[in-house]
Nanobody, 121 residues
């Protein structure tokens, strides 16, 4: 069992930056690949970024490539999402998830409660 708690969301102006953190409980954090997803009002949950458990290889959605960076610290049981050059269209609730290295939310077993990110124009 893994419990995930996101933090770091908030209100930021367009062009600004935020760093999201996702703290995991349990001693099996390093056994999971981790992903970040987001969901805007009225829209489906969409993939943002993933980091593989074995070698920390990363993959990004085209919409965030070059602006967002996912990383993990297995010693701290934490995964991060550094978000730079934020745009109003990045506004959403951001969720971290633990599971397989995939863009498909159905392959992730554990989910956090989400943290709101709002980007003003």
């Amino acid at each position: 069992q893994v419990q995930l708690v996101e933090s770091g969301g908030g209100l930021v102006q367009a062009g600004g930056s935020l760093r999201l953190s996702c703290a995991a409980s349990g001693r099996t954090f390093s056994s999971y690949s981790m992903g970040w997803f987001r969901q805007a009002p009225g829209k489906e949950r969409e993939f943002v970024a993933a980091i593989r458990r074995s070698d920390s290889r990363t993959f990004y959605a085209d919409s965030v490539k070059g602006r967002f960076t996912i990383s993990r610290d297995n010693a701290k049981n934490t995964v991060y999402l550094q978000m730079n050059s934020l745009k109003p269209e990045d506004t959403a609730v951001y969720y971290c998830a633990a599971g397989s290295y995939s863009t498909n939310p159905g392959t992730y077993t554990y989910w956090g409660q989400g943290t709101q990110v709002t980007v003003s124009s």
